[in-house]
């Protein structure tokens, strides 16, 4: 067995994925990182060591005037192995951000592609690469502790929000996003296998168009951090998982100072907590009211806590997707207008 499949098999019982009698959809682009994760699934289903219905999920973003055989790509591949195939096409509108709405478009389809085959889990290639960047990307647009500890490697889907607006879960089966190669594989280990195997994947033009800040952080702003630690990756890697489990001193502290969950929050209450104790619960505030933190960073909450200590009665601080008031001793959380 190839060290790569040993790999996956291990991750694949440590995040709990089922071994049969289930359906699972596998999102993918026809990349290194896909294909060679759906490849190693073969590898495991050939060996018996998987029973499970695979739906090859591939969604076409219609960026670029040739994604169409992308598309063509992955369906032949899928069809030569015996895989179910499921694709979508984005219908995209003008204005905002190209690549958050891209996202979060995909998520929508492989949402829905696990709905209509009652699969319980949508398995992403997302690698150490991708959580490298993540974190860096966040930290650049400074974001708080949560978007500083990075992709999680198991997650309910309908928190993969991007705009601020959460998806509506569905009742039946819980659908949760998987990304069983984030915490061990690199982008070279998916290439090498693929190359090993003789299976060849697509390369998009788009990654190497330094327009995109992802793209930026990876062709230029990694390479050079690498020049001062060649570990960068797993460095970046291990600070996001440092990060995603806070002391349990912090926890305790900010658990027992934490008001009642609701629409509003005590003024008086607020006012009371230092920052280390408050911005935990103003972050868990905007989440619940706003359904994600997508696109909340340390700045936000500082204007919360601005208006928070502010004498002035009436004041606001606008968040994307709403905005916080101060109102008769209360914190009120308001919608952004449609």
Not at 68 to 87: P, Q
Not at 93 to 122: D, H, I, M, P
Not at 280 to 288: A, G, M, N, S
Request: hydrophobic share 40%; proline share 5%.
């Amino acid at each position: 067995m190839h060290s790569f499949v040993r790999n996956l098999i291990t991750e694949w019982r440590r995040l709990g994925l089922p071994f049969n009698d289930e359906a699972i959809v596998v999102a993918v682009s026809g990349g290194a990182d896909s294909m060679s994760l759906l490849l190693a699934i073969d590898d495991l289903r050939r060996r018996k060591k998987l029973d499970l219905r695979i739906v090859s999920a591939h969604f076409d973003h219609k960026i670029r005037p040739d994604s169409h055989t992308d598309l063509e790509f992955v369906a032949e591949f899928a069809r030569d192995r015996g895989f179910e195939m499921s694709h979508g096409e984005w219908k995209r509108e003008a204005g905002g951000n190209l690549e958050q709405n891209a996202r979060e478009a995909r998520y929508e389809f492989l949402r829905s592609t696990a709905a209509a085959v009652k699969a319980g889990y949508v398995l992403t290639a997302h690698t150490m690469n991708d959580q490298a960047e993540t974190f860096m990307m966040n930290l650049i647009r400074g974001a708080g502790p949560d978007g500083l500890s990075g992709m999680k490697p198991k997650r309910a889907i309908d928190n993969e929000s991007v705009a601020g607006e959460p998806f509506l879960p569905f009742a039946e089966p819980e659908i949760t996003v998987v990304r069983p190669l984030l915490r061990w594989a690199k982008r070279r280990d998916t290439e090498n296998f693929c190359l090993e195997n003789k299976v060849d994947f697509r390369r998009d033009p788009m990654n190497e168009d330094l327009n995109f800040r992802r793209v930026w952080v990876r062709k230029v702003l990694l390479p050079m951090m690498e020049e001062a630690n060649p570990k960068i990756i797993e460095s970046l890697c291990r600070t996001a998982a440092l990060l995603s489990e806070p002391p349990a001193s912090a926890v305790s502290k900010t658990a027992s100072s934490k008001p009642a969950e609701g629409s509003s929050l005590d003024l008086a209450h607020l006012k009371t907590l230092e920052k280390p104790a408050l911005f935990p619960v103003l972050r868990d505030w905007i989440k619940l009211n706003r359904g994600s933190l997508r696109g909340i960073s340390a700045k936000h909450t500082e204007a919360i806590y601005n208006l928070i200590h502010s004498r002035k009665s009436g004041r606001l601080a606008e968040l994307p997707g709403g905005e916080a008031v101060k109102q008769e001793g209360r914190l009120i959380w308001r919608p952004a207008k449609a």
